[in-house]
């Protein structure tokens, strides 16, 4: 017999939040493609967080987001009414506003176009397994008390992100001796890790479904320091910008899915940047590419379906494998059309002992490289 309290319990915790729907028409979005639909979609979403989440509902039509990018809280959902029904786009070219979709957590260093002070520290070489990491000036750990979220990684790369990369939450910090104990076991070390950094905000728990989002001036969905993310039964095409505004990105994210996505008329890539425990499973592209990429372990690609790929309008390699990735796997895809010179899959030509990447039971066509 179950225990009353118990299930008294859940039902508080989870309860509410499953009663919670909302829907875009009760705030007066149009969704007739002209009118700017942003302020009051945005408004929906301010009361959702309000409430501690919930999920927005989209029926069918064309939803425009003209001042800004729609930025889902955490606990949410945003459901479509179809991937042919329901339509998302947006046409705004300022950071980060240049994206239909924009799920950023924040973090102490600065990226480039991305809001954050400049705070990073050099840490000492960590050992895979062991669930410490420590400040090279050990007085630096003070800035990491118990309970903060610390962001673990290698150097920055050019002015755009620091990786490889994963985050977890400290457990203990002694300022004597520079060492910071985790939660977690790392899941890499060596000389590559060289930085510890706070992440001040997570979003975490977002899904996203059964709809096609429009890309932006830069981006269709860019997703940037998070956890628990889904987006499922998605289509992504280009807008206004063309290509280059078309990609979908989950990075600096730990439980990341692309499930059932496609991409279509020279969309992309479709990327997991600095992501571990992530995948792309599912996933049917035509003249798109499918990236790995910043350093992203303990991710796969399973049962994609490309076609003819191309990224950015020009041939590509169908499925990248990027530098400093680790236990990558690729497992059950089919690439046809593969342009000469070009490779269905590609990874770097002499991985080192530690990155274990699988490719099992793909068949590939095209042109041989």
Not at 18 to 29: M, P, W
Not at 305 to 330: F, N
Not at 336 to 365: E, H, K, L, Q
Request: hydrophobic share 40%; proline share 6%.
């Amino acid at each position: 017999m179950a225990d009353p309290a118990r299930v008294a319990n859940i039902v508080n915790q989870y309860g509410p939040l499953l009663e919670r729907e909302f829907f875009v028409k009760d705030f007066g979005v149009t969704g007739d493609g002209v009118t700017d639909d942003y302020p009051k979609i945005n408004r929906a979403l301010s009361k959702m967080a309000s409430a501690g989440g919930g999920t927005l509902y989209f029926p069918r039509g064309n939803f425009l987001s003209s001042s800004g990018s729609i930025k889902p809280p955490s606990n949410t959902v945003l459901q479509g009414a179809g991937i042919d029904a329901t339509f998302l786009l947006n046409n705004v070219g300022s950071f980060p506003d240049d994206q239909t979709i924009s799920i950023y957590g924040d973090m102490t260093g600065d990226k480039a176009g991305w809001p954050g002070s400049n705070t990073t520290y050099p840490c000492n070489p960590p050992t895979i397994g062991d669930n410490k990491v420590t400040t090279t000036t050990h007085a630096d750990a003070a800035n990491f008390p118990a309970g903060t979220i610390i962001f673990i990684s290698g150097g920055l790369h050019g002015t755009s992100f620091w990786y490889p990369g994963w985050f977890t939450t400290v457990k203990a910090t002694n300022a004597t001796t520079g060492i910071i104990t985790l939660d977690e076991t790392l899941p890499f070390g060596g000389s590559q890790i060289t930085t510890v950094q706070k992440i001040l905000s997570l979003k975490q728990n977002i899904a996203i479904r059964d709809m096609t989002v429009v890309g932006g001036a830069a981006a269709a969905l860019g997703c940037y320091v998070a956890k628990n993310i889904l987006v499922e039964n998605v289509r992504f095409i280009p807008g206004s910008a063309g290509p280059s505004g078309s990609a979908a990105i989950i990075g600096v994210c730990r439980n990341g899915m692309f499930r059932g996505v496609r991409m279509e008329k020279d969309a992309g890539p479709l990327e997991l940047f600095v992501a571990s425990d992530s995948y792309i499973d599912g996933a049917h592209l035509t003249n798109a590419v499918i990236v790995v990429d910043g350093g992203s372990f303990d991710c796969g690609v399973i049962n994609a379906y490309i076609k003819d790929p191309k990224e950015l309008g020009a041939d590509a390699s169908a499925i990248v494998l990027a530098e400093y990735c680790q236990r990558l796997r690729v497992m059950g895809c089919t690439i046809t059309g593969v342009p000469d010179g070009f490779a269905g899959i590609i990874c770097p030509a002499s991985p080192d002992a530690n990155r274990y990447y699988s490719i099992i039971g793909c068949d590939i066509s095209g042109a041989v490289f």
